[in-house]
């Protein structure tokens, strides 16, 4: 899994259109979102990770929760990004990685948006520019090689 985190003003998306034949179904609430004062973790599930996605999910927790720490942010924005890697994992494995890791950020006291996964999107970013506002992480399941 590989991850770019960008400590923001805020982010915020529009859905655009369909990006998979299925994506994930959405309320029309889902279309639009925000969130100020925000830890945005633009995210790429690779087929690496499809070998244990339990542990991938425990560790990229970790990694964005240290990171959140470090830059006193309590928001989190989880953002389907498959433009950090060229191995790819599969959609429906995708999904559910995202969702574990918005859902255990909750558990552990964050604010958490995600953004909706299979869709364009368009969307803004304010990007603070202090030395650790931009930041990325590689995290892969234990036995396995980072490419
Ligand atoms: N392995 C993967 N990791 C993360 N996101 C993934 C994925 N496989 C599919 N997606 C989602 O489907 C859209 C089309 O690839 C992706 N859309 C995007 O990445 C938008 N920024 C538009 O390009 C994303 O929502």
């Not at 990004?81 to 890791?101: C, G, T, W, Y």
């Amino acid at each position: 899994m590989r991850m770019l985190l960008i400590h923001s003003d805020y982010l915020e998306y529009e859905v655009k259109d369909k990006a998979l034949k299925n994506p994930e179904p959405i309320s029309e609430e889902q279309k639009k979102g925000r969130l100020d004062e925000v830890l945005a973790v633009f995210i790429s599930v690779e087929k690496v990770d499809e070998s244990n996605p339990d542990e991938v999910v425990e560790k990229a927790v970790k990694e964005i929760k240290d990171v959140a720490e470090q830059v006193k942010a309590e928001r989190v924005f989880v953002y389907p990004f498959a433009h950090l890697s060229s191995e790819l994992a599969k959609p429906d494995v995708a999904l559910k990685v995202l969702q574990k890791i918005e859902e255990k950020l909750k558990e552990e006291g964050f604010e958490v948006k995600r953004a909706p996964f299979g869709y364009y999107k368009a969307f803004k970013l304010s990007c603070k520019g202090h030395p650790l506002a931009e930041l990325s992480r590689t995290v892969v399941p234990s036995g396995e090689e980072v490419s």
